[in-house]
């Protein structure tokens, strides 16, 4: 069926360098796609989210980039802090939601 | 805006006994509500949808009887997990849909361990 999951499991960066979290998925058909962030023992975050006639969208710090030639997905992270340690998972639609396993970024002091 | 509460945070309760687990939209409307099942370092997994005023919508493989959602108002929804065994014990969360398309607005979870 169709799925959305995440390329690596872990990634670790160092504090202040920019970090790339990446998400493929495969329902073409997909028109909304949102990150989220969970730390350890709480419920996901919203991040940002991005619908599929943009090809990027930036926040706060964050930038969510869309390729829906290829069907990817990124979450960029500038001068990656501390406190951006968690796991990262992307999700698309909303009535019909699924996770992927998510990534683990860990930011080295 | 769009806070979600769930009570309790943390449940600890005997083999055969049924738990109650609330699901709060503090600040919106949640016309739909959705609960997850987290199992240590993994994805969260859907178990049902819920709409106000209706019967929840399972996943597959999801006991309605054993997992009994009501979601009898637009702000509150409740998880009740009938006699509960080890197996159930889990990391419970709810999330509501929010007042943007396709956002959803998570609770902090309620730690569910069956002893």
């Known amino acids: 069926g169709e799925s959305v999951g995440l390329h690596l499991p872990t990634l670790s960066v160092q504090e202040g360098d920019n970090s790339i979290i990446n998400c493929a998925y495969s329902?073409?058909?997909?028109?909304?796609f949102i990150w989220y962030k969970q730390e350890s023992g709480k419920g996901p975050q919203f991040i940002i989210d991005?619908?599929?006639?943009?090809d990027k969208r930036q926040g706060q710090r964050v930038t969510v980039l869309l390729n829906k030639t290829v069907k990817h997905l990124s979450l960029q992270i500038a001068a990656t802090q501390p406190g951006d340690s968690a796991v990262y998972f992307c999700a698309e639609n909303w009535n019909d939601m699924r996770f992927g396993a998510g990534t683990r970024l860990t930011v080295k002091p | 805006g769009a806070v979600v509460s769930q009570h309790p945070s943390r449940v600890i309760c005997k083999s055969g006994t049924s738990v109650k687990i609330e699901c709060r939209s503090l600040?919106?409307?949640?016309?739909?509500m959705f609960w997850y099942r987290q199992f240590p370092k993994k994805s969260l997994m859907l178990m049902a949808t819920?709409?106000?005023?209706?019967?929840?919508?399972?996943e597959q493989g999801v006991e309605k009887d054993k997992f009994l959602i009501n979601h009898a108002s637009l702000t509150l929804s409740t998880l009740t997990v009938t006699s509960a065994h080890p197996e159930d014990s889990s990391f419970y969360i709810c999330s509501g849909a929010g007042p943007h398309f396709g956002t959803q607005y998570f609770g902090p979870g309620t730690r569910l361990l069956v002893l």
């Open positions: 819920s709409n106000e005023g209706s019967k929840a919508t399972y």
């Open positions: 991005i619908r599929s006639n943009m």
């Open positions: 329902n073409s058909a997909s028109d909304y």
């Open positions: 600040d919106f409307q949640a016309t739909t």
